[in-house]
Protein backbone atom coordinates (compact mmCIF):
# COMPACT_ATOMS: atom_id res chain seq x y z
CA UNK A 1 0.00 0.00 0.00
CA UNK A 2 1.33 3.65 -0.96
CA UNK A 3 1.41 6.39 1.67
CA UNK A 4 -1.80 7.70 -0.36
CA UNK A 5 -3.75 4.96 -0.07
CA UNK A 6 -2.65 4.22 4.15
CA UNK A 7 -3.76 7.91 4.55
CA UNK A 8 -7.19 6.95 2.96
CA UNK A 9 -7.44 3.39 4.93
CA UNK A 10 -10.85 4.30 7.63
CA UNK A 11 -11.43 2.81 10.41
CA UNK A 12 -15.40 2.18 11.72
CA UNK A 13 -16.45 2.57 14.58
CA UNK A 14 -19.47 0.43 15.10
CA UNK A 15 -20.96 1.01 18.24
CA UNK A 16 -20.35 4.45 18.01
CA UNK A 17 -22.30 4.68 14.63
CA UNK A 18 -24.69 2.36 15.88
CA UNK A 19 -25.15 4.51 19.09
CA UNK A 20 -25.56 7.57 16.52
CA UNK A 21 -28.35 6.35 14.51
CA UNK A 22 -29.87 5.02 17.75
CA UNK A 23 -29.73 8.57 19.44
CA UNK A 24 -31.88 10.14 16.80
CA UNK A 25 -35.37 10.18 17.59
CA UNK A 26 -36.80 9.22 14.22
CA UNK A 27 -35.23 6.06 14.12
CA UNK A 28 -36.38 4.40 17.40
CA UNK A 29 -38.53 1.72 15.69
CA UNK A 30 -34.90 0.35 15.15
CA UNK A 31 -34.00 0.04 18.69
CA UNK A 32 -34.12 -3.34 18.82
CA UNK A 33 -32.84 -4.50 15.61
CA UNK A 34 -29.54 -2.40 16.07
CA UNK A 35 -29.47 -3.74 19.79
CA UNK A 36 -29.89 -7.53 18.44
CA UNK A 37 -26.95 -6.52 15.82
CA UNK A 38 -24.93 -5.37 18.37
CA UNK A 39 -25.21 -8.53 20.52
CA UNK A 40 -24.58 -10.13 17.08
CA UNK A 41 -21.46 -8.61 16.42
CA UNK A 42 -19.87 -8.92 20.12
CA UNK A 43 -20.63 -12.47 19.78
CA UNK A 44 -18.88 -12.08 15.89
CA UNK A 45 -15.98 -10.47 17.89
CA UNK A 46 -15.48 -13.55 20.09
CA UNK A 47 -15.71 -15.87 17.64
CA UNK A 48 -13.44 -14.29 15.39
CA UNK A 49 -10.95 -14.00 18.11
CA UNK A 50 -11.02 -17.73 18.99
CA UNK A 51 -10.55 -18.33 15.14
CA UNK A 52 -7.81 -16.10 14.78
CA UNK A 53 -8.06 -15.94 11.12
CA UNK A 54 -5.61 -12.91 10.30
CA UNK A 55 -7.94 -11.38 7.44
CA UNK A 56 -10.75 -11.82 9.93
CA UNK A 57 -8.70 -9.96 12.43
CA UNK A 58 -8.02 -7.36 10.10
CA UNK A 59 -11.76 -7.14 9.70
CA UNK A 60 -12.44 -6.58 13.50
CA UNK A 61 -9.78 -4.16 14.03
CA UNK A 62 -11.23 -1.68 11.22
CA UNK A 63 -14.39 -1.88 12.71
CA UNK A 64 -13.05 -1.79 16.19
CA UNK A 65 -15.13 -4.75 17.12
CA UNK A 66 -11.78 -5.80 18.90
CA UNK A 67 -11.73 -3.60 21.93
CA UNK A 68 -7.40 -3.07 21.36
CA UNK A 69 -8.79 -1.24 18.29
CA UNK A 70 -10.84 1.10 20.34
CA UNK A 71 -9.29 4.18 21.12
CA UNK A 72 -12.18 4.55 23.60
CA UNK A 73 -11.94 1.67 25.73
CA UNK A 74 -9.42 0.49 28.29
CA UNK A 75 -7.51 -2.26 26.34
CA UNK A 76 -6.47 -0.11 23.81
CA UNK A 77 -3.61 -0.96 22.02
CA UNK A 78 -2.11 0.62 19.09
CA UNK A 79 1.16 -1.33 18.71
CA UNK A 80 -1.45 -4.84 18.83
CA UNK A 81 -3.62 -3.43 15.95
CA UNK A 82 -0.53 -1.95 13.83
CA UNK A 83 0.71 -6.06 14.39
CA UNK A 84 -3.02 -7.02 13.55
CA UNK A 85 -2.70 -4.77 10.23
CA UNK A 86 0.78 -5.82 9.18
CA UNK A 87 -0.13 -9.82 9.31
CA UNK A 88 -0.10 -11.29 6.19
CA UNK A 89 -3.35 -13.30 5.46
CA UNK A 90 -3.88 -16.35 5.50
CA UNK A 91 -3.24 -18.64 1.91
CA UNK A 92 -7.13 -19.03 -0.12
CA UNK A 93 -8.33 -21.42 -2.05
CA UNK A 94 -9.21 -25.02 -0.93
CA UNK A 95 -7.63 -26.83 1.77
CA UNK A 96 -6.47 -29.91 -0.58
CA UNK A 97 -4.71 -27.48 -2.59
CA UNK A 98 -2.86 -25.62 -0.10
CA UNK A 99 -1.65 -29.06 0.97
CA UNK A 100 -0.43 -29.85 -2.89
CA UNK A 101 -3.28 -32.24 -4.11
CA UNK A 102 -4.93 -31.50 -7.41
CA UNK A 103 -8.36 -32.79 -6.59
CA UNK A 104 -10.38 -32.92 -3.46
CA UNK A 105 -11.09 -37.02 -4.27
CA UNK A 106 -7.36 -37.24 -3.89
CA UNK A 107 -5.92 -38.53 -0.33
CA UNK A 108 -2.77 -38.53 1.66
CA UNK A 109 -1.09 -41.75 1.85
CA UNK A 110 -0.18 -42.03 5.62
CA UNK A 111 -3.55 -40.48 6.44
CA UNK A 112 -6.18 -42.03 4.19
CA UNK A 113 -10.07 -41.21 4.49
CA UNK A 114 -10.66 -44.35 5.90
CA UNK A 115 -8.63 -43.29 9.17
CA UNK A 116 -10.78 -39.92 9.19
CA UNK A 117 -13.86 -41.61 8.52
CA UNK A 118 -13.20 -44.11 11.76
CA UNK A 119 -12.38 -41.18 13.60
CA UNK A 120 -15.79 -39.47 12.29
CA UNK A 121 -17.65 -42.83 13.26
CA UNK A 122 -16.35 -42.98 16.89
CA UNK A 123 -16.85 -38.82 17.21
CA UNK A 124 -13.10 -38.65 17.98
CA UNK A 125 -13.48 -35.51 15.08
CA UNK A 126 -16.31 -33.68 13.51
CA UNK A 127 -13.76 -32.26 11.00
CA UNK A 128 -14.04 -33.07 7.56
CA UNK A 129 -11.30 -35.04 5.65
CA UNK A 130 -8.88 -32.02 4.29
CA UNK A 131 -9.42 -29.95 7.96
CA UNK A 132 -8.76 -32.82 9.53
CA UNK A 133 -5.60 -33.93 7.61
CA UNK A 134 -4.50 -29.99 7.77
CA UNK A 135 -4.86 -30.30 11.27
CA UNK A 136 -2.83 -33.81 11.80
CA UNK A 137 0.09 -32.33 9.62
CA UNK A 138 0.32 -28.90 11.65
CA UNK A 139 0.69 -31.15 14.76
Known amino acids: MNSKEERLHFKIHTFNLLSEVLSNNSTQILRIPILTLCNCLRRLAQIAAQLNDPALNKLMCEMTLYTIADMGHEDYDKEAVKEVMATPDAPQGPIYERL ?21 ESNATYLGYWEWLEALLKD
Open 100 to 120: GFSSGWDEHPDHPKSDWHAEV
